[in-house]
C-alpha cells in the first residue's frame, strides 16, 4: 500500500487522547500504514524529508570564541573593564594595558578549562548508533533507528534497544526495562492487548514500548508513532531546555561581593577627590587621575584571575577523583550545597538485579555476598551452628542455570552480558555455587521450555536427566507454590518467609523441580507442571554502589541532607533508603501522587520532614527541586536517566553519571561523574569546600591591601599632607604584587576539617563577619604602620619621593607577610607547613623580587620613582611587617579562646 505523507499538523500532535488509549488497528490507520507490508520505501524517503531523522537535537556547542567572550560576564570584571576605559580615557595606557591583561587571561583560563571539560563529557558518548529492526514493503530488514519514520513497523527481540516511540501491535513475553525515563528498577510486562485510560501515567502505558527503552525479554513488534523530538524523551529534553538552569552558589556570592566592592571604591575615591579639591585646593584633573587609579588600585584587579585558578585547580583535582566539571563555577558549588536530591536507580544502586539470601527447602538461610553481574562472592549459611547440607542448596543452583535464558560470558577479563535480569541474577548466584550453565545442559539437554508470561507468572524448562524427564520451575512465590505438594503449615511458613524477605525490599522469587515422562511428546508439556518438590526462596535486590552508604554517612556529617527522588514503589525505596541511612520509617516518605496534589507551600513544607520522594514522574521531580530551593535550600541532583535532566538543569548543581548515564543527563549537568560513582560527590563536596576556602583567602588578602592603600591615601588627604603614594606606586602594588600572590593562595591544600563543617548559610556573603573582622583589622595596621612611617620621616626630614619609596617598600613587605598568614582564618600558619604549598612560597619571593628589581633597576626606578633602602630601612621596615604577622596570630588565638569559652 502507497502512502501519503503526513500534514504538518499530524506529524507534530498524537491523537487527543494519546496513543496509548487506541487499540493497534487504530493507531497504524491514524499514521496510514500496514501491519502486513510497513511502509513502502518511497513513503519512507517522503517521511524522512518532511518529518527529519530519528535523532534529538544534539546539544549546541559554543564556539571557541563564544566561550572566551562568556568569560567577561561578571560584574567585577564590568568594573575592571570601566576602569580600563578610564584609564585609556586620560592616556594612562600603563595602566589600561595591565588591567587588559589580567582580564584576557582570566578569561583563556577559564575558555580553557570549559574547552577541556566539553571534550571530556563528549567522549562519554556511545560509539556505536543504534539498529532497528523495520518491515518495509512487506520486507523485514535493518537500518539505522536515525532512518526511522512515523509509520515504520519495527520488530523488536530480547536485548533490543527501542528505537522510538511504539503502539504495540504484537507482543510474545515482552518485558522491557524503562528504568532511564520512569526511574522503575524491575522490568515491566507490556501486552499489545491491554486498554489504557486516557490519564495513565507514562510508566504504567504498557501497551506502548517508548524510545530509549530496553527490551529483557519476549519479542515484540511496533507501530512508530513518534520519532526525534516528538518522542517522549524529546520531550523531556525539550523541557529540559525550556528550564531555566539555577546559578552556582559562588556565582551569586562574587555577584554581590563585586557589587559591594564598586560601591565602597567609588564612593570612597569620590569622596577623597572631593575633599582634596574642595578643602586642599587641588585641581580637579589632578584628583580625578588620581581617583581612578585610586579606584583601580582598590578594586582586586588580582581576584578573577585566583579565583578562575583555584577552581581549575579543584577542577582538576575533582577530574583525578572520578568527577569532570562542565562548568568551573559548579566546583565551588558541590561544595556550599545544603541538599542532595539522588536518584536511587543507577546512581544510589547498581542497575544490576543480584540475589542477596536464600531459604532453602530445609529452613537453612544463605546470604549471598557481591554485587552486580561479576560472579564474585560467597554464598554463606547463616546459622552456622547448624550441620550444612549443601546438596540441597546444589539442587537449587541447577534449577537456577536450567530454567534461564540469559548469557554471561567472559570476554578480556570482563564480563559480557545478555537477557533479563533475573536470569542474569540467577546465573552470578549459580556460579558463586561453582555451577555452570553451559555444563548443566550439556549433560541435561533441553525437551521443551514454557516461557514466563505475566498471566502465567511462571517460566519452566524440561530436561532428559540421567534416562528420565526433569523439569525446573521458576516464579512467583504464590504460583509456583500452587504447583508443589505443601502441606499447610509448611506453606504458611514459606509465605512468612515470602513476607519477611519482601519487608526488607527484596524482589522474591520461587525455585522447584520435578518429573515428567521422558517419552511424552515435547507438545504435551506446555502444561502447567505439577506436583513438583518446592526447593528455594531466593531474594533480589538491586545492590547498593560500593561505599554509597558511607557516602551518605560523610554527607550527614557534612550537614548536608540527602533525600532519594525515584520513580520506585514506596516500599522498595524505603527499604533502600534504610540501608543507606536515608530514612527510617514510611512517615518520611512521600509519593508522588502526593507530590501532585501539594502546593507549592505544602511542598516545600514538606521537604524539611521527607526523606524518601517515590513513583514520581519528571515533573515532580522538577518539583521537588523547585520547592528545596524555596525552603532556602543550594540544592545538587544526581541522577542518570532521561528522567532526571530537567530537574538537573534546575538544580544548582546537577551531577549525571557518565558510564551510565544518557547523554540527555549529561549534558543538562554541571557536573559529570566518570566513575558513576556516589562516593565521588563527597570527595567533589571536599574539593569544593576546599576552592571556597582558598577564595575566601584569596579575597581577604586582596581585600585587606585595598582598605590598608584607601585608608592611607584618605587620611593623608583629609590631614593635607602630600599623596603618600604616586598613582603608578598604587598600580604597582596592586596588579603587581598580589597578582603574584594571590594566584599562589589558590594552591594551598585541605586541612582534613573540610568535611566537619555545616554548609554555609545561603544568605551568607562571601565577605562575612569573620572576614570583615580580619581585612578590617589587618588593613588598617597596615594603614597606620605605614602612613606614621611616612608622616615620621617626613617630619625627620627625609625628601617626599625617599618617603614615597620606604612606603611602598613596607607595603610590599606587609603584603609578603600577610600572603602567608591568609593562608587560614583558624589556624595558625606555625601550623601549616611552607612545603606544603611551594606555589605560594614561590610566589612570595617574585613578588619581593619584583620590587627589588624595580628599586635597582635604572628604567623602572624612574618609572615607579623608586630607589634602594638605606641600610637603616632595611633594619626596620621587616620588623614592622613581620608585627603584622604577631597580630593576626593574637587574633586567631583570642578567636580561638573565646569559642571554646562559650
Known sequence: MDVTPLTADERRSPPPLGWHTMSPESAMSAVQTEATRGLSEAA????????????????????????????????????????????????????????????????LLGAWQELQAERQSANLRGL??????????????????????????????????????????????????????????SPVAHDAALACEEHTPVADRTN???????????????????????????????????????????????????????????????????????????????????????????????????????????????????????????????????????DKTGTLTCNELTAVELRLDDNARWQVTGAGYRPVGEIRRVDDGARVDKSTLVAAMHIAVACNEAELIAVDGAWRTRGDPTDLALLVLAAKAGIERDHVLAQWPVVAQIAY?????????????????????????????????????????????????????????????????????????RLDPVGLQFRALVGLIDPLREGAAAAVRRCHEAGIRVVMVTGDHPVTALAIADELGIAAGPDEVMQGSQVQLASPAQLTEAIGRVRVFARVTPEQKLAIVEAAQSAGHFVAVTGDGVNDAPALRRANIGVAMGRSGTDVARDAADLVLSDDNFTTIVAGVEEGRIAYRNIRNVVYLLTAAGIAEVVTVGLAVLAGLPLPLLPVQLLWLNLVTNGVQDVGLAFERGTGDELRAPPRPSHEPIFNR?????????????????????????????????????????????????????????????????????????????????????MYLPWLQQVLAVRPPSAIDWWLLPALAVSLLVLMEAQKRWRHSRAQST
Open 453 to 525: 508470561e505475566p498471566e502465567r507468572r511462571f517460566a519452566a524448562s524440561f530436561h532428559r536427566r540421567d534416562g528420565s524427564g526433569w523439569v525446573a520451575v521458576k516464579g512467583a512465590p504464590e504460583r509456583v507454590f500452587d504447583m508443589c505438594v505443601l502441606d499447610a503449615g509448611q506453606r504458611e511458613s514459606r509465605e512468612r518467609d515470602v513476607s519477611a524477605m519482601a519487608q526488607l525490599g527484596q524482589r522474591v522469587l520461587a525455585l522447584a523441580e520435578g518429573k515428567f515422562d521422558a517419552e511424552s511428546d515435547p507438545a504435551s508439556l
Open 770 to 854: 569573620l572576614m570583615i573582622q580580619r581585612g578590617v583589622l589587618a588593613g588598617l595596621w597596615m594603614s597606620a604602620l605605614g602612613l606614621g612611617l611616612f608622616v615620621w620621616l617626613l617630619d625627620a626630614g627625609r625628601p617626599l619621593d625617599e618617603a614615597r619609596n620606604a612606603l611602598l617598600l613596607l607595603m610590599v613587605l606587609m603584603q609578603n607577610v600577610d600572603a602567608i598568614n591568609a593562608r587560614s582564618e583558624t589556624i595558625s600558619v606555625l601550623r601549616l607547613p611552607l612545603r606544603n604549598n611551594p606555589v605560594l612560597l614561590a610566589g612570595v619571593g617574585v613578588a619581593l623580587g619584583l620590587h627589588l628589581a624595580a
Open 208 to 342: 506502548c514500548a517508548l524510545a530509549g527503552t530496553l527490551v529483557v525479554r519476549g519479542r515484540a513488534r511496533g507501530v512508530v508513532v513518534a520519532t526525534g523530538s516528538a518522542t517522549e524523551v524529546g520531550r523531556i529534553a525539550s523541557r529540559m531546555a525550556a528550564t531555566a538552569a539555577g546559578k552556582p552558589p559562588l556565582t551569586v556570592r562574587m555577584e554581590r561581593f563585586s557589587h559591594a566592592v564598586a560601591i565602597v571604591v567609588l564612593s570612597a575615591a569620590v569622596l577623597i577627590g572631593c575633599v582634596a579639591v574642595l578643602v586642599h585646593d587641588q585641581s580637579i584633573f589632578t584628583m580625578f587621575t588620581f581617583g581612578v587609579a585610586l579606584a583601580v588600585s582598590a578594586i582586586p584587579e588580582g581576584l578573577p584571575v585566583a579565583v578562575t585558578i583555584a577552581l581549575a585547580i579543584a577542577a582538576r583535582r575533582m577530574a583525578s577523583r572520578g568527577a569532570i566539571v562542565r562548568q568551573l563555577p559548579a566546583v565551588e558549588g558541590l561544595g556550599s550545597c545544603s541538599l542532595v536530591a539522588s
Open 44 to 107: 519512507a524517503a517522503s517521511r524522512l524529508q518532511r518529518d527529519g531523522p530519528n535523532d534529538l537535537p544534539a546539544p549546541q556547542t559554543a564556539h571557541p570564541v563564544v566561550i572566551f567572550l562568556r568569560q567577561f560576564r561578571s560584574p567585577l570584571v564590568y568594573v575592571l573593564l570601566a576602569a580600563a576605559v578610564l584609564s585609556l580615557g586620560l592616556r594612562h595606557l600603563t595602566d589600561a594595558g595591565f588591567i587588559g591583561f589580567v582580564l584576557v587571561v582570566n578569561a
Open 128 to 185: 556505536l548508533r543504534v539498529r532497528a529492526t523495520v518491515l518495509r514493503d512487506a520486507v523485514t530488514r535493518e537500518i539505522d533507528a536515525s532512518q526511522l519514520v512515523r509509520g515504520d513497523i519495527v520488530v523488536l527481540a530480547s536485548g533490543d534497544r527501542v528505537p522510538a516511540d511504539l503502539r504495540l501491535c504484537e507482543t510474545q513475553a515482552l518485558e522491557v526495562d524503562a528504568s532511564m525515563l520512569t526511574g522503575e528498577s
